[in-house]
């Protein structure tokens, strides 16, 4: 099986070393938890938005959709042109950017504002973390890259602990523009650790856009990409709307979201080290257990929300079978994308911000319809079942393509 790692290490400079390569991947998961923060913040402070924009509950849905669409529109772009960039001048550039766009967020006096700063600030997303790892399985010593790029996507499960639960306490206490004024500043020590810590890298000389095109003439990459993006939108379909719902429905006052958010970010971090283990026994069986696993738990979401605290143990288990989901996927697709490593690893990106936008707006249409809060968890049902359906078609599709090869 080819992994993520081996898959993404660049093959057309020699490794640069960093002086000191803890602080070098540390500024490189900064990058990943400020993209971490500002991404799911939205989620724990979707009221204080809506009252701040003037708009309803699930029309402030749509500013989690566009945040996913533009890393769906920004991650093959930016992949696609800055294949050739210096490395290191492409991640202070994407960072830089990250600052802004937060900034605009954060200034925005209108609804539109906001969709489209928000739209904007999705842009880097994608190609920031598939450059980031190309430089960090640069750094590393041999064997040791796995680790390494590991340490750079921690910062992503880190930012769900500790990052989205203290920016959502901020913006319930200081306003909720303060959760991005606040990933605004982490995006520029970003860069300021980056430039510090990071050593040059050369892009990837023998890019080309054909070579990177090829990969979608592949259809176990496009049965990839659909598992990610209707799968994983059962997640986002409830995370999206987890504040009024343990508020609402579960009958918690607002301290508690926070609480959820956190423990969210938990079932981030175990989902990834197991996603680990299982992806070493089966990819695919991995993508099935963590399709089929989510279902339930969403089942489970759905029949306990009135139950308030109760909730807690079912949001550990949507996110960490989530991760499971994510991981096998990414490995998956470095698998089946052959040569177009580059945007084969930010297309991942996208495929997950569309189910980020396809579950909040289903979410929102059936919250908009008079179904309540715990609707959205049905939706997610739905999204799971068929995700685990796609992975089935890929399966079956890959047994019969090795028959045929064995037997021609």
């Known amino acids: ?32 938890f400020a993209i971490g923060t500002t991404e799911f913040v939205t989620m724990g402070l979707i009221r204080e938005i809506a009252g701040g924009v003037d708009v309803s509950i699930p029309s402030a849905g ?11 529109v920004g991650a093959p772009l930016l992949a696609f042109v800055g294949a050739k960039w ?38 880097p997303h994608g190609a ?14 041999p064997g040791r890259k796995g680790r390494a790029v590991a340490a750079v996507m921690l910062g992503l499960s880190v930012a769900n602990v500790v990052g989205v639960p203290a920016a959502t306490w901020l913006g319930q206490n200081l306003g909720w523009r303060s959760a991005y004024w606040t990933v605004a500043v982490l995006a520029l ?41 209707v799968g994983f939108g059962g997640m986002f379909a409830v995370f999206s709307y987890v504040a009024p719902t343990v508020t609402e429905v579960g009958g918690l006052g607002d301290g508690a979201v926070p609480v959820f958010l956190f423990v969210f970010g938990l079932g981030m971090v175990a989902g990834t080290w197991v996603a680990g283990e299982l992806a070493d026994w089966s990819v695919f069986r991995a993508l099935v257990l963590g399709s089929a696993g ?6 489970a979401w759905w029949l306990l929300a009135p139950t308030g605290w109760g909730l807690l143990p079912i949001a550990f288990a949507i996110t960490a079978l989530g991760s499971v989901l994510v991981v096998n ?53 739905a999204l799971s079942v068929g995700g685990l359906l796609v992975i089935l078609v890929a399966a079956r599709l890959q047994r019969r393509d090795h028959s045929s090869a064995s037997t021609s």
Do not use: C
Not at 330 to 347: K, N, Y
């Open 329 to 381: 996927l990414q490995l998956r697709l470095m698998d089946v994308a052959g040569e177009a490593q580059t945007l084969g690893a930010a297309m991942n990106h996208a495929s997950l911000n569309v189910a980020n936008a396809l579950g909040a707006w289903l979410g929102g249409l059936v919250i908009a319809a008079g179904y309540g809060y715990r609707a959205p968890a049905l939706v997610g049902i």
């Open 62 to 72: 749509h500013v989690i959709s566009a945040y996913a669409v533009g890393v769906v």
């Open 189 to 229: 020590v970003t860069v300021a650790m980056i430039l510090a810590f990071v050593p040059s890298v050369p892009g990837d000389a023998e890019a080309t856009g054909r070579r990177e095109l090829a990969a979608f003439s592949k259809p176990q990459v496009w049965l990839t990409l659909l598992a990610g993006a």
């Open 1 to 32: 099986m080819t992994t993520a790692t081996s898959s993404t290490v660049p093959t057309e400079a020699p490794p640069a070393r960093a002086a000191h390569l803890r602080l070098a991947v540390l500024a490189l998961a900064m990058g990943g």
């Open 86 to 123: 210096p490395r290191r001048g492409l991640l202070v550039g994407l960072m830089a950017t990250y600052a802004v766009f937060n900034a605009l967020s954060a200034m925005a006096t209108s609804f539109s504002w906001l969709l489209f700063a928000r739209f904007l600030d999705g842009l």
């Open 294 to 299: 989510m279902g339930v738990a969403l089942v």
């Open 128 to 141: 920031y973390f598939g450059v980031a790892s190309l430089v960090a399985a640069n750094m590393a010593a």
